[in-house]
């Protein structure tokens, strides 16, 4: 069954207002098609090195992350947005 493409607003945490960010690829794809450099390594869930702090919304994970997070961070290299974010890079 096809997926349903969806675009949700992303807000950087003082770096940036409303992005567009699609369902489509993870988070982090989208933050970079945006020219934002969020740190990174393993885009696969496994290192933490992307770990960011949500502040608000939700997220699905396409992968499992294997990297420790809390509760209130997400690692966008493995997660697509389900709602509209804010989120603040650690
Ligand atoms: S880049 Fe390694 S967990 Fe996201």
Known sequence: MDKVCNT??????????????????TLLESLESHKL?????CREGFCGACRTKLISGT???VTDPLAYIDDDE???CCCIPT???VIKPG
């Open 8 to 25: 949700f607003q992303v807000s950087v945490e003082n770096v940036t207002p409303s992005l567009p960010c699609t369902n489509e690829c």
């Open 37 to 41: 450099e969020v740190h990174s390594h």
């Open 59 to 61: 997220v699905d994970y």
């Open 74 to 76: 997400i690692l966008p």
């Open 83 to 85: 709602s509209n974010l």
